[in-house]
Structure formats: C-alpha cells, structure tokens
C-alpha cells in the first residue's frame, strides 16, 4: 500500500502562485510513477500533470502547460505541483496518484491507470 497525503492548498487571487505537496509513504517512492488531477464540482476528474519514477520524463494537459510544473523529490518521497498564474477556472480539488507500471505518458494521462490516490487538497482561485 502507498499513502499519500497532499498538502498547499488555499485561497489566492488570480494571477497568484501555489505550490502542493504530496508526500508518500509506505512503499518505495521512487517505484512510482505520479500524477496529478482536479474534479471540480460538477465536472469529471481532469488529468493535470505527470511525472516518472526518476522525474526524467514529465507531462501536461495543455490547458496548464506553460504554467504548472510538476517535479519530485525521490528522498523526500515527495511530488511537487508549483502553479503559477493561476486562473478562476483552475479551482478544484487536487489529487495525487501513483502508479507502479511503465512510464507511458498516455496511460499516465488516465486516471484508470493509477493504483494508489490521496483524499486531495482544495484549490481555489478567486477573480
């Protein structure tokens, strides 16, 4: 079992930045694949960015590129989402995942492929 726990969330105004933390236990961080992903109300889960076990390959839906920047941290067991610019339409819950198979940008695109999630961390971006 790996568990995860995401943490940087708030309020903040539009053109602002965040960083989220998701930190990890349980298993051997760097086996992992990780993800992020936001539901907003309402809508489905959306995939945000991902990242491979070594952090050598990185990948982004293009409604964040150029903004978010996902990176990891293999001795803290930690992944990073830093957000910059953010928008009205970038209010949601944040949710990290992991995933142990191979580092395939588009199975990590899909929420299916991930094995392990964290309770997320809320998000809101105000106008």
């Known amino acids: 079992q790996v568990q995860l726990v995401e943490s940087g969330g708030g309020l903040v105004q539009a053109g602002g930045s965040l960083r989220l933390s998701c930190a990890a236990s349980?298993?051997?961080?760097?086996?992992?694949?990780m993800g992020w992903f936001r539901q907003a109300p309402g809508k489905e889960r959306e995939f945000i960015a991902s990242?491979?076990?070594?952090?050598?390959?990185?990948n982004y839906a293009g409604s964040v590129k150029g903004r978010f920047t996902i990176s990891r941290d293999n001795a803290k067991n930690t992944v990073y989402l830093h957000m910059n610019t953010l928008k009205p339409e970038d209010t949601a819950v944040y949710l990290c995942a992991a995933d142990g198979g191979p580092s395939s940008a588009y199975y990590l695109a899909r929420s299916q492929t991930y094995d392990y999630w964290g309770q997320g961390t809320q998000v809101t971006v105000s106008s």
């Open positions: 990242i491979s076990k070594s952090g050598g390959i990185t």
């Open positions: 349980g298993r051997t961080f760097s086996n992992y694949n």
